[in-house]
């Protein structure tokens, strides 16, 4: 058979079981075939599941005898994991910018700053074990990095949870302007990102990076606007002392901070873990005392009380008992629902949302499934 000139070169590929996947949104690992074409394609059983552009391709951090990599254009978690040499050689020539750092120039300069500052606290890992080791770095982790953190928890949840944003346009706009209130009355600034999920677990959490989400499930159990915006400034309490920052530096581990100290941020398993255990453990006894009182003095500087919201959290106690609720991640004690209703005073500012905007912030899910 005479060859046309025009053929390409047949694509070089390796034996189908040699390179792992992970795809970045299930914590599946595939093996996959890989065709060195105009671009990287990655096959499963004759099917391309994903095309990386060899410029987007940069190294992740890997154990010796491995070329780990990921790709600016997939999931942020996705990787390839190689460990046939030529094959990892013939790729990396291929990849013309593989060592740029993740985070980009402007970032290396703080992450100089911060690894070594964090690599002296690294100390305070072993020497003090690790609770105190969170209290010590989250003060020390840039912003920058905690938003690329806070994006990658955000999307974790999302699939775990199998939640997605509901925001059909009038219960957006009244979940926006209650959020706007608290916000303001808080005294932080726009950055602050929100949002209500479509998941019936009963629950609202802050993601590192300034977010806060409430899950439908929640909403459904609330009986007015006071009982959620107690939750929701209970929430920016976090938010404000940066507790998620903590908690994922504290359940991340080790491997965790390791992968921080080497710019993979989103490289470390132990993130799946940390974002996992953001939603589902609980803060320290005093963090959750630091947001209570956060969230009555925001309540209060509106006029609004916050007894509501003391009575929302004992509500679904009583009906979903333990398990995996807002009470396995806020434990609900007799003093937390006394703390909430001592020296509250009767309403004394306008109601947060009128009755017609409450109903529409209820069914702001509705459609979603
Ligand atoms: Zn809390």
Not at 88 to 112: F, K, P, Q, W, Y
Not at 270 to 277: E, K
Not at 313 to 331: A, D, M, N, Q, Y
Request: charged residues 25%.
């Amino acid at each position: 058979m005479a060859m046309d000139s025009d053929t390409p070169t047949p694509a070089k590929s390796t034996t189908l079981g040699s390179v792992a996947y992970f795809d970045g949104t299930s914590s599946r690992r595939r093996m996959v075939t890989l065709r060195l074409a105009d671009r990287l394609e990655i096959d499963e059983d004759e099917q391309t599941l994903a095309a990386w552009a060899y410029a987007d391709i940069r190294r992740a951090d890997s154990p010796a005898g491995m070329l780990r990599l990921s790709c600016l254009t997939a999931p942020a978690l996705a990787r390839l994991e190689l460990r046939d040499k030529e094959l990892a050689n013939e790729l990396v020539s291929r990849c013309t910018n593989i060592d740029d750092h993740m985070i980009g120039r402007r970032g290396v300069a703080a992450i100089v700053g911060w690894s070594l500052a964090a690599a002296v606290s690294i100390v305070a890992v072993v020497l003090f074990g690790l609770p105190l080791a969170a209290d010590r770095l989250t003060p020390l982790v840039p912003e920058a990095f905690e938003r690329r953190l806070g994006d990658v928890a955000d999307s974790q949840v999302k699939t775990m949870f199998d939640a997605k944003v509901c925001d059909n346009a009038a219960g957006q706009k009244a979940f926006t302007k209650l959020m706007t209130a608290l916000r303001e009355s808080a005294g932080l600034d726009t950055s602050v990102q929100s949002g209500v999920l479509s998941s019936s677990v009963p629950n609202a959490f802050a993601l590192p990076g300034g977010k806060v989400y409430l899950f439908n499930g929640l909403l459904t159990k609330a009986e007015n606007a006071d009982e959620i915006a107690g939750v929701l400034a209970h929430e920016l309490g976090h938010l404000k002392h940066r507790d998620s920052m903590r908690a994922m530096i504290h359940n991340g581990g080790t491997s965790f901070l390791i992968g921080l100290l080497f710019g993979d941020i989103t490289g470390s398993s132990a993130l799946i873990f940390g974002s996992r255990t953001l939603v589902t453990s609980s803060h320290s006894r005093e963090a959750e005392n630091d947001a209570d009182s956060f969230a009555i003095d925001v309540m209060h500087r509106l006029g609004r009380p916050a007894k509501p919201t003391g009575e929302l959290l004992l509500r679904v106690t009583g009906k979903e008992g333990k398990g995996l609720s807002i009470i396995s991640t806020h434990p609900l004690s007799e003093d937390r629902l006394a703390r909430m209703s001592r020296q509250d005073p009767p309403a004394s500012g306008p109601p947060l949302l009128t009755s017609e905007e409450w109903r529409s912030l209820k069914s702001i899910c509705d459609g979603k499934s």
